[in-house]
């Protein structure tokens, strides 16, 4: 399987219509795609502006095919008009020699995964209520595989025992040394309890020596002074609210 995640900011005043698009033209696309097996559209927790497209194919070969298709072109185009524009400007002359100030459009972040490993084979359901965590630990590169295996033996057994968790996948980026794990829940309040509860501490302690030299030093920072320390190799979690997706 393979995954890829499309980040997008959009205008506030945009968010629903945004939405409605998605559901009414880039679904039935993406499921009328080679390969497309479930699209998603996720909306940040902290960030309401900050969306994904998410979609899951059944190798990486079709992914890349939609990618360069006019179809992918055709989305990205429809998409432009709700897309919020960066604190950029461009400088450019017009035709009767004046200044004029234009923004400079964000354009969306592609990131491309490989699913090494998943928890569930059923397809996701449509339900607005779904609740999704992106888990992006700093592991060493000589590590990862190691990571991967202890992730399969140690965390995808443990994540189906917990409460309201559907689905759980590491991915792997396939341009750079880094791994993902994604989980999606019945509902937000089930997500927050697995963190509140302290079995996700308890997971990450299974897994944190593969972490990055730098999250080391943090560790024994923490315990030499007995106090929290923040440094760049801080292990990221955002979660998400599912407001639009269908499988295929």
Known sequence: MFMRLVHRKIKPESLSAYRAMYEKKFIP????????QYAGLIQSSRHADECISMTLWDEKENA?????SGVFAEILQDAAPYLADSSEWRVQLSDDLTVQYQPVPV?????????????????????SSLYLR?????????????????????????????????FAFLTENIKEDQVISVT????????????????????????????????????????????????????????????AGKSF
């Open 29 to 36: 696309a993406l499921q009328q795609t080679l390969g497309c």
């Open 64 to 68: 890349e095919t939609y990618e360069k």
């Open 107 to 127: 354009e969306p972040v592609v990131q491309a995964y490989r699913v090494a490993t998943i928890a569930s084979s059923q397809n996701i359901p449509q339900n």
């Open 134 to 166: 992106i888990v992006s630990p700093n592991v060493h590169p000589g590590k990862i595989e190691e990571f991967k295996q202890l992730y399969n033996v140690e965390i995808l057994p443990a994540l189906r025992t917990v409460k309201g968790c559907l």
């Open 184 to 243: 999606i829940w019945q509902s937000k309040q089930d997500a927050d309890a697995y963190e509140q509860t302290g079995v996700f501490s308890q997971l990450v302690k299974k897994v944190e020596h593969t972490f990055s030299e730098v999250y080391q030093w943090k560790m024994q920072l923490e315990k030499e002074s007995g106090g929290k320390a923040v440094t760049s190799g801080e292990m990221k979690v955002e979660g998400y609210s599912m407001v």
